[in-house]
Each structure stands twice: as C-alpha cells, then as structure tokens.
C-alpha cells in the first residue's frame, strides 16, 4: 500500500467537444480543442518539465521550464500556456530545449537553500524532481550572490508554515487562493528580483485575510508552505481516500499516514463534491481523533451523581440489555427509544433504527436531522416528491442567478462557497436573503445583485412577495407549468400570491425590506437565465419553516427553474451525514427511503428479511420522548453521537427529561453535555477508524475508509450489533458493505447501491436503481418524481415569538468557518486560535442605548432563560437583531431559545428568539453549575476493566 498517486496535467482539461490532431514527438494525438500543448502532451505519458503550471489551475506561463518547439514558430513558447492547433508538431525534447531549461534551473537553485537531504518535502519536492529531470549537474552562478536564504519563516499559523527562503515565486499559492478558495488573502509584493509572496499588506499569514484552506500549500511546488504536521512527522508513505466527517459538502481527501499515524489530509483531486478543495475542518482540524479526552473505555454508574466506573465491553452491554429489558418489563414496550446521529455512517444509522424497530419492538427512534432539515424533507417531498435537494454540485457553474436564503456557505460549506464565488466571480448574478450581512454580500471581486435583510422569521412573507411579483408581473412560466405542474393547485397559488395583501409594499412592514429591493430581485430571479435556490437552516429552523421550503418549491417551479442543470432547490446540509440519517429511517414514522411504518406492503417487507413482526404506529419523536420522561412514562434512551443536552433547544426541559430517565446510554467520543444525564457511557470510534458510507447534501454516497484502528475497540455500528444480540435478536454482520446490501434489499432509491459500486465509481448519487444504474445527479428531469409537481399556498403566520417591551431584540443564530455545531471535535483541535468564545453580534446603535462596549460581558435574556457571553458591536446585523453562535458549551446558547417548533416536523425555531440585552458582569449562575456538573462528569474512579 503506497501513496495515491494523482497525475498532474500541468493544466485544466478542455470541455470542448471538436477535436484538435497534432504530432508530439513523433506520436499522433487528438485531444479537445482548447486543451494546451503540456496537457496533450501527457496524454501520450509525456511530462514536459514545469514549476509554475498545475491543473488545478489556470496556466500563468512565469517559469519557462515547459519551453518546447513548434515547427513553424519562431522561439520556444511556454507549452502551458499554447493551445493545440490542427496538424502542429511538436518537440519536447532536444538538445536546445535541454539548455535552455538547465539555464532556468540553475537560476532558482543558486537561490535556493542546498537542505534538501534535511528538507521536509524531501522525496515530495517538484523543484527537486525537476532539477533531476532537466538534468542539472552544476550550477554556474555559485551560491555566494544576492539570495533570499535569510528570510524569516512565518510560522503564524497553527496547522501550516512559510518558509520565503524556499521560495521560487511561481505563484502557484498566490493564484490558488484568488482561482480555488477566492479569499485573495496573498499578492507578490515587489518587483524583479525583490519579489515575494506576501500575505496582505505584508502582515503575517495569521493576521491576514487568509481562512486556512489549504489551497495555497497544496499548490506550492516546494517546502515553501508546508503542512507543521509534516515538519514534525515526515512525510508520508501511504494513504487511504476517504470523506471529511464535518459539514455536509462531503469532500473527499486522502488520509495520508506513516504506519497508523495520520500525517496530514489531502484534499483529493478526484472527489466529485470537492475537485481537490478543501476548508480548514476537514484539511487540517482531524487532531480530536487522538485528543487525550476521549474516553476509550466503557463506563457505568448507579446514579448520575455518582463518578464513573470503568468497566469491560461485556459488562457495559450486559448491563445496558438487562436494564433495557427490565424498563420495558416494568413501564411497557414504548418506555425506551434511541436516537440516530448524522454524524455517523449510513449503515451505523441503518442499524440504530433497526435495534429499536426490531430488538426494542417499538418506533421510538428520531435522529438530530429533526432539528435542522426535517422541514426540507418534508416540504420538498410534498412538493417534488423526494425529500432532497435537485442538483449536484457542479450544477452552480452553470447558474446565471444564485438565490442564497438562510445560508452562508463561506462559513458553513466553505468548499461549496469557494465554488459558489467562483461562479460569481464569472458573471452570475447573486440575491441574499438574510437578517445578516454575511460574507457574500460582498467579498473580494464578488458583490451581491441584492441583500435584502429581512426579519428574522419573516422567510415566508419574503418568499410570498418575491411570489407576488412573479405572478402579477407575469414573470412567471406558464408553459412549464401547464406541462409539469397540478394546474388546480398552481392556480389557488397564484390567486393567494397575487392578493395585494401578498405585495412586497403590503409586506414591507412585516419584513422590513424596501419593496423595490424585493421587486428587482424577483425580476432577476425570474427573468435572469438559469436561477438556482440555494438555502440552510435559516429557513427550515422556524415556526414556518416547512412553509418556507414549500415556498422556495413554489418560485422553482412557477420560473420553470427545476429539472435541468444550473436550477433547482438545494438545501445545503449542515453535518457531514445528514441527508442520510434521514434516507437511512431514523424519524420514527418512516423506513429508509422514506417510507410510512403504516404501510402493509412496505412493512411486511422489513418484517420478512428482519424476521420480526414490526409496529404499524409511528414512534415518539425527541421533544415527544423528553415530554413523555418528564411525564414519567418513558425511561430508557440510547444515543449514538448525539448531544441533545447541547445542540436541542430549550436546554432546560431537554434536561428534566433527560434526569427524569433511569438507564441513558450515551456512545460517543468524548463526555458530552448529555453524558451529564448518562447512566452507562460506550466509546464511540473517529470517522478514521471505520469504514461505511456518508451521504452529502447533493445525495451523493460516498465511502468512508478505516485508516486506523479504533482507539475503544470497536467501530460504532459493531458496538449496536452487540447490544442487538444481548437483547436477544440476532445481527451477524462481517462489515458494513453487508449493511449497505440489506438497504439496496429494501429501499428502492438504493436499489443499486453497493460498497463494490463504490469503488469502481467513487461515489454515487441516488436515487441509483435499475432505472438510474449509475445514480441522478440532476433530479425531476422531464417529470417530478411525484408526478406532477405540487404548489402550496403559503400563507404567512407571525410566530408566536413576539418582541416586546421586555424582550424587543431578536436573537438569531449561525455557525462560523473553524468551529463545528457544538464544538466537540473543533474546540479539541487549533482550531481555537481563531474563535475563543462565542460573541454576541450586536449593531452599534442597539450598544449604545444599552450602554455596551465592544468587548464587554452582556446578559441575553429570554422568556426560556439568560446566559453571559462577550459583545461584539458591529453593523453585520441591522438594529433589532443579535446574532451569536453556539459552538463553546459554556455559551448556554440554546438556554434562551424557546420550545417554539415547525408546525409539521416540530423542527426548533431556533433562528428566532426575542431577548433583551443588557449589561452583565460574566458568566450567569446556570453557566456556572453547568460547568461545575461538566466537571463532575469528568469524575472516573479509576477501577481498571479487566
Ligand atoms: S490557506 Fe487558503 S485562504 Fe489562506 S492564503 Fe492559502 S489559499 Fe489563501
Ligand atoms: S510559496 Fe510556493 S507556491 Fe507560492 S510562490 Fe513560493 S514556491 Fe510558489
Ligand atoms: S467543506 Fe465541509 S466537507 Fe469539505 S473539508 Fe470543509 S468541513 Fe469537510
Ligand atoms: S510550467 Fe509553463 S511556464 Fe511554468
């Protein structure tokens, strides 16, 4: 087992479909017009020496290394920067060419430290190959002249350093950072000989623009920039292509080790989500994995106030099977219930739900997914008839519109943001729809057609004006909608979409945006080429929120903007495996590929490949669970990487619930928040130690590849299967490709999925069955899969979450780039040197009649509750609304969200709190215990396990 060897073209492929015929070195080729000679040329397997050219970037032509002759032309052009042409001929390889490219050598070497033997990148390093492959045998200048060798390194940052002294100034960093990540964080300072790369006005890479994406070290062709974990370890000498367990992109990288010892992520070239990009999470935030808190051992205790006792696997599920069993013995079959997680595989989440279906007898099984996209689910199955988003990622190169609601990519799904900008950056036009001036709103070399900050939870009046205009101004597509949509159903709409109650003018009072703004943007949205929905959890984390989703469905189809390339609705997942918890049959109503428990067929089905008799009524979802323990009637809880003592709303309750249980079983890597309420504690195993499958946000299914071994013994869904078979129902499974084959069995959308598909293809995306053997990137081409495509009428409810005189601000919520949700992986990582603490955005006006400092402690205070954290004045957020995230536990964020849930999937509505700011003097007395039982829980007698 080696290294993963990706083949660099020197330059970008050509998509053109004439064909251009030259000669190279004697050898016919014909490749797409457009495609440079360098490319060509390695299409024949020839390598034309190089330094400043790469594919994953436009040719820039700087170094003359790639000279090469063409009969016919006068000099020796740059063979990355010249197209083919019909009968060139072309030589590579010559005795002039070989001086030539031997003279340039020698130039960067006589400047360039002679360490090599001592070098990190030794072995690794383009400018050493390439001395090699030109032949360099001495170098005249000598090494005595004018250099760069002194340069000081700039290890500022935590995961990368920058060695000027190594530098050749090709700029390939430079070029990365505007062309893949669009940051623009580095320039060449200076001219001639004094030129350099530097990060912005010469500052260091830290206090720079710079987000750590990696791009620039991947680029570099020396030890420039380079990877500290490579400096410290050594290069690597094998790697294993897997998925980045963070967000929902789903980005592919090669896990590069020295024996067991992960060396650094790579993003990999190939990966259909990320094309060899990368954000600071997944390329460089993996240190979690062997962080000194992670528990390896099971434990149990008594009561929740008693330490811990460290105790053997045998043990810990044996004790978790017999108190299952005598909970459900004493308060009835329903008593107990389990929670799947989306950070888990497919196949880990497949398993969970079937313990409780199958071994448990009961439905009572829901997963995290319902507090972010359950309303996306539910809002486009009703709507669409599939309960995920339409396209594929590389659908939004062919955009001209991107409308972006409830969502910042460059924080939340920065590979895609990268993408999205670049489309920007090209000529597509953007509307942002966000209480918030995010990032997109202008960024370097991209500027939104429109912003319109509107109210937070007043998506759905936004959405109906934006209807409104659409309808009255005749924008819409009456012959898609004849075509492909219910008529009776789009005709109620529209009626309901242009009643002047519905005008952007009648709205603005509720939305509080211009009803110009509104107007132009539908104009754009309607009329500006391909249009394209893309949209998070500030639309589906509301009173309305499937509401919401309908909406968005309802412009999509009413433009015509749905079922080809470059539209469509997607929802941009938050965690790394969310679409498939949901696909996998983790709510309690429904089976994987969404379908209901009540239906006969479906259920007999799964009754006679699992062997049991199924119940036919849907399970209690989360809040039902913790309403129904603080009831005293349910009692049991197992849950798989989840914290729901953290990451649920309305802590307080969450936690009664929680404490009113008497065997929680909590399996995950670290003692959560919700291991505080844990009677029994099973180690769970790193997206490094376990093969399955995650499924992105464009329901691509990708494979997840065990790279080490589990620290606590045991991949997850092995940990499920044991406490299957203690429970007295039988799990046999040799590896989780045999858990894929039992859900290709029974779920149509995954008929034809299977871990050998996998491999041959790298990833899939359903649905993939005989219909669609290699999967659907574009989903409703030609027909909606429900038929006809539905429209709802979307009248707009006020939540019942009111300003007022106590509580006039409203506090909304969202994430930032190097933190992860609740934190437990990234604040475990060096991740911590850019995002502390949690702060409280507050506009500047809003600060001064409250008399509060940037910087200073501030009191949040809800109808739910209060917690302390920092202020940061900013005119980011309009007056009336504060923002914060909820990464650091101690944060208390969801202490003051209120229990206010989506009328149809009880989706919290997080993204809108009334609250009052004021003055505080630290951290509250719940912050305080909270930290004080966090501490507590920590407690371990240290009794060893045999
Ligand atoms: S790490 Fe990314 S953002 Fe930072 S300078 Fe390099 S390419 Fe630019
Ligand atoms: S840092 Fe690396 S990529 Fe950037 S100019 Fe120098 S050698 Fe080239
Ligand atoms: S964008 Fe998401 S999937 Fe990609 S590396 Fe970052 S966190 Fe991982
Ligand atoms: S590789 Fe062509 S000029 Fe540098």
């Not at 990320?274 to 390329?283: E, P």
């Amino acid at each position: 087992m080696g290294l993963v060897h990706e083949i660099d073209y020197g330059t970008k492929a050509s998509n053109a479909a004439a064909l251009v015929t030259l000669t190279i070195d004697g050898v016919k080729v014909s490749v797409p017009e457009g495609t440079s000679v360098m490319r060509a040329a390695m299409e024949i397997g020839t390598q034309i020496p190089k330094l400043c050219a790469t594919d994953m970037l436009d040719s820039f032509g700087s170094c003359r290394l790639c000279l090469v002759e063409i009969e016919g032309r006068a000099g020796t052009p740059a063979s990355c920067t010249t197209p083919v042409a019909e009968g060139m001929v072309v030589h590579t390889q010559n005795e002039r060419l070989g001086k030539l490219r031997r003279g340039v050598m020698e130039l960067y070497i006589s400047d360039h430290p002679l360490d090599c033997l001592t070098c990190s990148a030794n072995g690794n390093c383009e400018l050493q190959d390439m001395a090699g492959a030109v032949g360099l045998r001495e170098v005249r200048y000598g090494y005595e002249g004018e250099n760069h060798l002194d340069s000081a390194k700039d290890v500022s940052n935590p995961y990368f350093q920058f060695d000027p002294a190594k530098c050749i100034v090709c700029s390939r960093c430079v070029r990365a950072c505007e062309e893949v990540q669009g940051t623009f964080a580095l320039t060449i300072a200076g001219r001639g000989f004094d030129s350099k790369v530097s990060p912005g006005m010469e500052e260091s890479f830290f206090e720079s623009e710079c987000v750590s994406c990696g791009a620039c070290v991947q680029a570099c062709p020396t030890a420039t920039l380079m990877e500290t974990s490579v400096v410290e370890i050594g290069q690597p000498e094998h790697s294993v292509v897997t998925t980045c367990a963070y967000c929902g992109v789903g980005c592919s990288f090669k896990a590069e080790m020295r024996g067991e010892e992960l060396v650094r992520m790579v993003p990999y070239k190939d990966g259909k989500a990320n094309h060899g990009h990368s954000c600071v999470k997944g390329r460089f935030a993996w240190g979690y994995a062997t962080h000194q808190d992670r528990i390896t051992r099971p434990m149990i205790r008594a009561k929740i106030s008693d330490p811990w006792r460290e105790v053997s696997w045998d043990e810990a599920i044996s004790h978790v099977a017999s108190e299952f069993r005598r909970i459900q013995a004493t308060y009835g079959k329903g008593s107990i219930g389990g929670i799947t997680s989306s950070r888990c595989t497919n196949e880990e989440t497949f398993l969970v739900q079937k313990l409780v279906r199958a071994a448990f007898g009961n439905n009572n099984v829901d997963t995290c997914a319902r507090v972010c996209h359950s309303p996306t689910g539910y809002g486009l199955s009703q709507t669409f008839g599939t309960s995920a988003g339409t396209q594929d990622f590389d659908s939004v190169e062919q955009a001209d519109v991107i409308l972006l609601i409830g969502a910042n990519p460059t924080d939340g799904h920065p590979v895609f943001g990268s993408r999205m900008k670049k489309r920007l950056r090209e000529g597509a036009k953007l509307i942002v729809i966000d209480p918030r001036r995010i990032d997109l709103v202008r960024t370097p070399h991209v500027e939104a057609a429109y912003h319109l900050p509107l109210r937070p939870g007043t998506n759905v009046a936004m959405l109906t004006a934006l209807a409104h205009v659409i309808v009255t101004e005749n924008l819409y597509d009456e012959a898609f909608v004849r075509e492909r949509c219910d008529l009776d159903a789009f005709t109620l709409w529209a009626e309901f979409a242009a009643a002047e109650r519905n005008s952007p003018e009648a709205l603005a009072a509720t939305t509080g945006v211009d009803p110009q703004l509104v107007r132009a943007a539908a104009r754009l949205y309607a009329k500006g080429g391909n249009a394209a929905i893309y949209y998070g959890l500030g639309v589906t984390e509301h009173s309305q929120g499937t509401t919401a989703v309908m909406a968005l469905a309802n412009l999509a189809m009413a433009t015509g903007n749905i079922g080809r390339v470059g539209v469509g609705v997607n929802p941009l997942r938050g965690q790394n495996n969310v679409q498939g918890s949901c696909d996998m049959g983790s709510f309690p109503h429904e089976f994987s590929g969404y379908r209901h428990v009540s239906t006969p067929e479906v259920r007999q089905a799964f009754e006679v490949d699992w062997g049991v008799s199924l119940d036919a009524e849907p399970g209690l979802r989360i809040p039902n669970m913790l309403d129904a323990a603080v009831d005293g009637t349910f009692k049991g809880l197992y849950i798989q990487g989840e914290d729901i003592a953290q990451s649920d709303p309305d802590i307080k309750h969450v936690t009664a619930g929680l404490a009113a249980m008497e065997c929680v079983v909590v399996q995950d890597l670290f003692l959560n928040e919700t291991a505080q309420f844990a009677h029994v504690f099973l180690p769970g195993s790193t997206f490094l130690e376990k093969n399955g499958t995650f499924t992105n946000a464009e329901r691509r299914i990708q494979l997840v590849r065990k790279v080490m071994t589990p620290k606590n013994g045991y991949e997850d869904w092995e940990v499920t299967q044991l406490i299957a078979k203690a429970l007295g129902y039988e799990m046999n499974y040799a590896h989780p490709s045999e858990i894929m084959d039992e859900i290709a069995r029974l779920t149509p959308s995954f008929a034809g999925v299977s871990f050998d598909l996998l491999e041959r293809q790298g990833s899939v995306q359903w649905p993939c069955n005989e219909k669609a053997p290699e999967g659907t990137p574009v989903m409703h081409v030609g027909g909606f899969v429900r038929g006809q495509g539905r429209f709802f009428v979307t009248e707009y409810v006020a939540t019942d979450e009111k300003t007022g005189p106590r509580f006039p601000l409203l506090l909304t919520t969202g994430r930032i780039l190097s933190q992860y949700n609740v934190g437990a992986q990234t604040r475990r990582t060096a991740n911590t040197a850019w995002h502390e603490e949690d702060l409280l955005e507050i506009h500047p006006h809003d600060a001064e009649q409250r008399g509060i400092n940037d910087g200073a402690w501030v009191k949040v205070a809800s109808r739910a509750g209060e917690t302390s954290l920092r202020a940061k004045v900013t005119d980011r957020v309009a007056p009336g609304v504060v923002y914060t995230t909820f990464h650091h536990p101690m944060t208390l964020a969801n202490i003051v969200t209120t229990d206010y849930s989506d009328w149809a999937t009880n989706c919290p509505e997080y993204k809108v709190t009334a609250v009052q700011v004021s003055p505080s003097n630290g951290p509250t007395e719940s912050q305080q215990t909270y930290a004080d039982l966090g501490r507590r829980t920590r407690q371990i007698e240290a009794t060893p396990a045999e």
